[in-house]
Protein backbone atom coordinates (compact mmCIF):
# COMPACT_ATOMS: atom_id res chain seq x y z
CA UNK A 1 0.00 0.00 0.00
CA UNK A 2 1.32 3.23 -0.87
CA UNK A 3 0.81 5.35 2.73
CA UNK A 4 1.98 8.96 4.33
CA UNK A 5 4.85 11.38 3.58
CA UNK A 6 3.80 14.66 5.39
CA UNK A 7 6.81 16.21 2.75
CA UNK A 8 4.84 15.53 -0.25
CA UNK A 9 1.65 17.43 0.86
CA UNK A 10 0.29 20.56 -1.06
CA UNK A 11 -2.38 21.53 0.98
CA UNK A 12 -1.49 22.71 4.88
CA UNK A 13 -2.62 20.45 7.71
CA UNK A 14 -3.11 21.08 10.88
CA UNK A 15 -1.23 19.13 14.12
CA UNK A 16 -4.37 18.48 15.40
CA UNK A 17 -5.80 16.48 12.37
CA UNK A 18 -2.53 15.04 11.59
CA UNK A 19 -3.38 12.70 14.71
CA UNK A 20 -6.78 11.61 12.99
CA UNK A 21 -5.43 11.19 9.33
CA UNK A 22 -4.98 7.55 7.81
CA UNK A 23 -2.01 6.72 7.77
CA UNK A 24 -0.17 6.86 4.12
CA UNK A 25 2.95 6.79 2.74
CA UNK A 26 3.69 8.62 -0.76
CA UNK A 27 5.57 6.43 -2.97
CA UNK A 28 5.67 9.27 -5.69
CA UNK A 29 3.47 12.15 -7.15
CA UNK A 30 0.19 10.75 -6.23
CA UNK A 31 -0.64 13.44 -3.26
CA UNK A 32 0.62 16.05 -5.84
CA UNK A 33 -1.17 15.11 -8.47
CA UNK A 34 -4.67 14.99 -6.26
CA UNK A 35 -4.03 18.15 -5.02
CA UNK A 36 -3.69 19.41 -8.54
CA UNK A 37 -6.34 17.53 -9.88
CA UNK A 38 -9.00 18.97 -6.96
CA UNK A 39 -8.13 22.68 -7.66
CA UNK A 40 -8.75 22.40 -10.96
CA UNK A 41 -11.60 20.50 -10.74
CA UNK A 42 -10.79 17.15 -12.72
CA UNK A 43 -11.73 13.44 -12.11
CA UNK A 44 -8.92 11.08 -11.01
CA UNK A 45 -9.02 7.65 -12.28
CA UNK A 46 -6.71 4.91 -9.80
CA UNK A 47 -5.38 2.06 -11.55
CA UNK A 48 -3.70 -0.72 -9.65
CA UNK A 49 -4.18 -4.31 -8.50
CA UNK A 50 -6.18 -5.67 -5.47
CA UNK A 51 -4.66 -4.35 -2.06
CA UNK A 52 -2.02 -1.50 -3.12
CA UNK A 53 -3.92 1.28 -1.39
CA UNK A 54 -5.95 2.78 -3.66
CA UNK A 55 -8.84 3.45 -1.32
CA UNK A 56 -6.47 4.26 1.60
CA UNK A 57 -4.93 7.17 -0.59
CA UNK A 58 -8.57 8.44 -1.38
CA UNK A 59 -9.36 8.46 2.37
CA UNK A 60 -6.16 10.05 3.20
CA UNK A 61 -6.43 13.02 0.66
CA UNK A 62 -10.08 13.73 1.78
CA UNK A 63 -8.69 14.18 5.70
CA UNK A 64 -6.41 16.60 4.12
CA UNK A 65 -8.47 18.20 1.62
CA UNK A 66 -10.82 18.33 5.07
CA UNK A 67 -13.79 17.30 2.34
CA UNK A 68 -16.26 14.41 3.13
CA UNK A 69 -15.58 11.06 0.96
CA UNK A 70 -18.75 8.80 -0.49
CA UNK A 71 -17.09 5.62 -0.94
CA UNK A 72 -19.54 3.22 -3.48
CA UNK A 73 -18.16 -0.17 -3.95
CA UNK A 74 -19.47 -1.00 -7.37
CA UNK A 75 -20.62 -4.23 -8.41
CA UNK A 76 -22.39 -5.59 -11.27
CA UNK A 77 -25.91 -4.59 -9.96
CA UNK A 78 -25.04 -1.14 -9.35
CA UNK A 79 -27.36 1.02 -11.39
CA UNK A 80 -27.53 5.04 -12.30
CA UNK A 81 -30.49 4.91 -10.37
CA UNK A 82 -28.75 3.42 -6.51
CA UNK A 83 -26.28 6.59 -7.14
CA UNK A 84 -28.74 9.27 -8.48
CA UNK A 85 -31.63 8.82 -6.42
CA UNK A 86 -35.32 7.49 -6.43
CA UNK A 87 -38.56 7.98 -5.51
CA UNK A 88 -40.16 6.80 -2.37
CA UNK A 89 -43.95 6.20 -0.51
CA UNK A 90 -43.30 7.82 3.05
CA UNK A 91 -46.47 7.80 4.58
CA UNK A 92 -48.99 9.45 2.18
CA UNK A 93 -46.59 10.69 0.06
CA UNK A 94 -44.52 10.03 -2.66
CA UNK A 95 -41.02 11.70 -2.23
CA UNK A 96 -37.42 11.98 -3.36
CA UNK A 97 -34.70 10.73 -2.28
CA UNK A 98 -31.23 11.58 -3.29
CA UNK A 99 -28.92 8.94 -3.82
CA UNK A 100 -25.14 9.37 -3.11
CA UNK A 101 -23.95 10.74 -6.36
CA UNK A 102 -26.84 13.49 -6.11
CA UNK A 103 -25.70 13.90 -2.84
CA UNK A 104 -21.90 14.25 -3.23
CA UNK A 105 -22.65 16.86 -6.12
CA UNK A 106 -25.12 18.84 -3.96
CA UNK A 107 -22.65 19.25 -0.84
CA UNK A 108 -19.14 18.82 -2.64
CA UNK A 109 -18.02 15.99 -1.25
CA UNK A 110 -15.59 14.14 -2.82
CA UNK A 111 -17.48 10.42 -4.37
CA UNK A 112 -15.68 7.47 -4.73
CA UNK A 113 -16.48 5.02 -6.91
CA UNK A 114 -14.49 1.74 -6.14
CA UNK A 115 -14.22 -0.90 -9.19
CA UNK A 116 -16.51 1.32 -11.70
CA UNK A 117 -15.82 -1.31 -14.21
CA UNK A 118 -18.22 -3.17 -12.01
CA UNK A 119 -21.08 -1.55 -12.39
CA UNK A 120 -24.01 -1.17 -15.09
CA UNK A 121 -23.30 0.55 -17.99
CA UNK A 122 -25.75 2.94 -17.15
CA UNK A 123 -23.25 4.08 -14.40
CA UNK A 124 -20.83 5.13 -16.77
CA UNK A 125 -23.45 7.72 -18.73
CA UNK A 126 -24.64 9.33 -15.81
CA UNK A 127 -21.41 10.65 -14.74
CA UNK A 128 -20.25 11.24 -18.32
CA UNK A 129 -21.05 15.17 -17.72
CA UNK A 130 -19.43 15.51 -14.38
CA UNK A 131 -16.34 14.37 -16.26
CA UNK A 132 -16.00 17.52 -18.41
CA UNK A 133 -16.13 21.18 -18.29
CA UNK A 134 -19.92 20.61 -18.23
CA UNK A 135 -19.31 19.55 -14.41
CA UNK A 136 -23.01 18.74 -14.22
CA UNK A 137 -25.71 16.11 -13.06
CA UNK A 138 -28.91 15.18 -15.19
CA UNK A 139 -31.61 13.75 -13.22
CA UNK A 140 -34.15 12.54 -15.63
CA UNK A 141 -36.82 11.57 -13.21
CA UNK A 142 -36.98 14.70 -12.02
CA UNK A 143 -36.08 16.78 -15.29
CA UNK A 144 -33.67 18.65 -13.52
CA UNK A 145 -30.09 19.46 -14.45
CA UNK A 146 -27.95 20.05 -10.93
CA UNK A 147 -24.60 22.37 -11.43
CA UNK A 148 -22.16 20.58 -9.18
CA UNK A 149 -20.81 22.46 -5.98
CA UNK A 150 -17.40 23.98 -6.75
CA UNK A 151 -15.29 21.40 -3.87
CA UNK A 152 -17.10 18.51 -5.59
CA UNK A 153 -14.66 15.46 -7.04
CA UNK A 154 -15.12 12.26 -8.42
CA UNK A 155 -12.53 9.75 -8.19
CA UNK A 156 -13.08 6.12 -9.38
CA UNK A 157 -10.83 3.11 -9.00
CA UNK A 158 -10.46 -0.19 -11.32
CA UNK A 159 -7.94 -3.59 -11.78
CA UNK A 160 -6.64 -3.54 -15.28
CA UNK A 161 -5.03 -6.76 -14.61
CA UNK A 162 -8.13 -8.28 -12.97
CA UNK A 163 -10.90 -6.84 -15.09
CA UNK A 164 -11.48 -8.20 -18.53
CA UNK A 165 -14.21 -8.31 -21.60
CA UNK A 166 -17.38 -6.19 -20.53
CA UNK A 167 -15.31 -5.32 -17.57
CA UNK A 168 -13.12 -3.26 -19.21
CA UNK A 169 -13.19 0.77 -18.99
CA UNK A 170 -13.99 2.12 -22.76
CA UNK A 171 -11.08 4.34 -24.05
CA UNK A 172 -13.37 7.21 -24.48
CA UNK A 173 -14.20 6.94 -20.59
CA UNK A 174 -10.82 6.40 -19.28
CA UNK A 175 -9.71 9.62 -21.47
CA UNK A 176 -11.78 11.55 -19.11
CA UNK A 177 -10.05 11.19 -15.92
CA UNK A 178 -6.57 12.27 -14.78
CA UNK A 179 -5.08 9.06 -14.35
CA UNK A 180 -2.79 7.57 -11.37
CA UNK A 181 -1.05 3.98 -11.57
CA UNK A 182 -0.99 2.35 -7.85
CA UNK A 183 1.09 -0.80 -7.48
CA UNK A 184 3.09 -2.37 -4.45
CA UNK A 185 5.91 -0.20 -2.93
CA UNK A 186 9.29 -1.64 -2.83
CA UNK A 187 10.76 -4.16 -0.53
CA UNK A 188 12.25 -1.53 2.31
CA UNK A 189 9.02 0.82 1.84
CA UNK A 190 6.73 -2.12 2.31
CA UNK A 191 8.16 -3.69 5.05
CA UNK A 192 8.41 0.25 6.72
CA UNK A 193 4.60 0.17 6.22
CA UNK A 194 4.17 -2.66 8.13
CA UNK A 195 5.76 -1.96 10.73
CA UNK A 196 4.06 2.18 11.18
CA UNK A 197 0.84 0.57 10.15
CA UNK A 198 0.89 -2.50 12.71
CA UNK A 199 3.36 -1.90 15.34
CA UNK A 200 4.73 -5.21 14.29
CA UNK A 201 9.07 -5.66 14.62
CA UNK A 202 10.96 -4.86 11.69
CA UNK A 203 12.50 -8.50 11.44
CA UNK A 204 9.10 -9.94 11.12
CA UNK A 205 7.93 -7.15 8.55
CA UNK A 206 11.13 -7.63 6.36
CA UNK A 207 10.31 -11.25 6.29
CA UNK A 208 6.62 -11.00 5.51
CA UNK A 209 7.46 -8.76 2.72
CA UNK A 210 10.30 -11.51 1.29
CA UNK A 211 7.93 -13.70 0.98
CA UNK A 212 5.09 -11.97 -0.14
CA UNK A 213 7.88 -10.78 -3.25
CA UNK A 214 8.92 -14.55 -3.40
CA UNK A 215 4.77 -15.70 -4.26
CA UNK A 216 4.41 -12.23 -6.35
CA UNK A 217 7.28 -14.44 -9.30
CA UNK A 218 5.80 -17.26 -8.93
CA UNK A 219 4.27 -17.20 -12.24
CA UNK A 220 3.10 -20.76 -12.64
CA UNK A 221 0.84 -21.25 -9.81
CA UNK A 222 -2.07 -19.46 -11.79
CA UNK A 223 -2.59 -17.05 -8.86
CA UNK A 224 -5.89 -15.01 -10.18
CA UNK A 225 -4.39 -12.48 -7.46
CA UNK A 226 -0.68 -11.85 -6.08
CA UNK A 227 0.07 -10.91 -2.16
CA UNK A 228 -1.21 -7.27 -1.58
CA UNK A 229 0.05 -5.13 0.84
CA UNK A 230 -3.27 -5.56 2.20
CA UNK A 231 -3.06 -9.12 3.28
CA UNK A 232 0.75 -8.20 4.60
CA UNK A 233 -0.58 -5.83 6.80
CA UNK A 234 -3.51 -8.49 8.41
CA UNK A 235 -0.49 -11.24 8.78
CA UNK A 236 1.43 -8.74 10.45
CA UNK A 237 -1.39 -7.73 12.86
CA UNK A 238 -1.97 -11.27 13.39
CA UNK A 239 1.33 -11.67 14.25
CA UNK A 240 2.21 -8.74 16.36
CA UNK A 241 -1.39 -9.73 18.51
CA UNK A 242 0.64 -12.93 19.23
CA UNK A 243 -0.37 -15.30 16.79
CA UNK A 244 2.55 -17.81 16.05
CA UNK A 245 4.27 -16.35 12.60
CA UNK A 246 3.52 -19.15 10.05
CA UNK A 247 0.12 -19.39 11.55
CA UNK A 248 -0.56 -16.01 10.85
CA UNK A 249 0.91 -15.98 7.31
CA UNK A 250 -1.18 -18.98 6.41
CA UNK A 251 -4.45 -17.91 7.33
CA UNK A 252 -4.06 -14.23 6.55
CA UNK A 253 -1.58 -14.05 3.38
CA UNK A 254 -1.83 -17.91 1.78
CA UNK A 255 -5.41 -19.20 2.34
CA UNK A 256 -7.10 -15.94 1.05
CA UNK A 257 -5.20 -16.61 -2.70
CA UNK A 258 -6.31 -20.14 -3.78
CA UNK A 259 -8.72 -22.77 -2.86
CA UNK A 260 -6.73 -25.39 -4.01
CA UNK A 261 -5.37 -27.01 -1.27
CA UNK A 262 -2.13 -27.94 -3.41
CA UNK A 263 -0.96 -24.94 -3.67
CA UNK A 264 -2.12 -23.89 -0.75
CA UNK A 265 0.48 -26.09 0.72
CA UNK A 266 2.85 -25.57 -1.64
CA UNK A 267 2.53 -22.00 -0.45
CA UNK A 268 2.42 -22.63 3.12
CA UNK A 269 6.02 -24.87 2.85
CA UNK A 270 7.23 -21.90 1.08
CA UNK A 271 6.72 -19.75 3.40
CA UNK A 272 7.53 -21.89 6.24
CA UNK A 273 11.33 -22.35 4.97
CA UNK A 274 11.66 -18.00 5.00
CA UNK A 275 9.93 -17.49 8.30
Not at 147 to 162: C, T
Amino acid sequence: MHYIDSKALLTPISLDNIKTLPYYKSTGKEVEVFNSSFKNKLPVLLKGPTGSGKSRFVEYMASTLGKKLITISCHEETSSTDLIGRFIIKGAETIWLDGPLTTAVKQGAILYLDEVAEARPDVIVAIHPLTDHRRELFIDKLGETFKAHEDFMLVASFNPGYQRGFKELKPSTRQRFVALHFNYPDENMEAEILTQETGVDPDSAKKLVAIANKIRNLKEMGLTETVSTRLLVDSAKLIHSGLPKRLSVKVAMIEPLSDDREVVDALCDLANLMI
